[in-house]
């Protein structure tokens, strides 16, 4: 799993992945959030509270349609 693009707001933020194929969408996003989890409430001991909320959304992007996603 490679982060080609990271952006987002105050309440929510937006991830470009390049994924292999044998990694699925579930499965990165399962890593994604308890991985940076830890890492906030070990960092930042005053948002022991953190969580992400229980959903997500996934779109499909094509390796040619990549650098037009990336604004």
Same mark, same amino acid.
């Given at each position: 799993?490679?982060?080609?693009?990271?952006?987002?707001?105050?309440?929510? #933020?937006?991830? &470009?992945?390049? &994924?292999?194929? /044998? &990694? +699925?969408?579930?499965?990165? #996003?399962? &890593?994604l959030?308890?991985? +940076? +989890?830890?890492?906030?409430?070990? /960092?930042?001991?005053?948002?022991?509270?953190?969580?992400?909320?229980?959903?997500?959304?996934?779109?499909?992007?094509?390796? +040619?349609? #990549?650098?037009? /996603? #990336?604004?």
């Amino acid at each position: 799993m490679k982060a080609l693009a990271i952006s987002g707001a105050a309440d929510h #933020v937006h991830i &470009l992945l390049c &994924l292999p194929a /044998t &990694l +699925s969408v579930a499965k990165a #996003v399962q &890593l994604l959030k308890g991985n +940076s +989890s830890k890492w906030i409430r070990e /960092t930042f001991p005053k948002m022991h509270f953190f969580a992400w909320q229980k959903g997500y959304g996934a779109f499909s992007v094509s390796i +040619s349609g #990549v650098d037009a /996603t #990336v604004i």
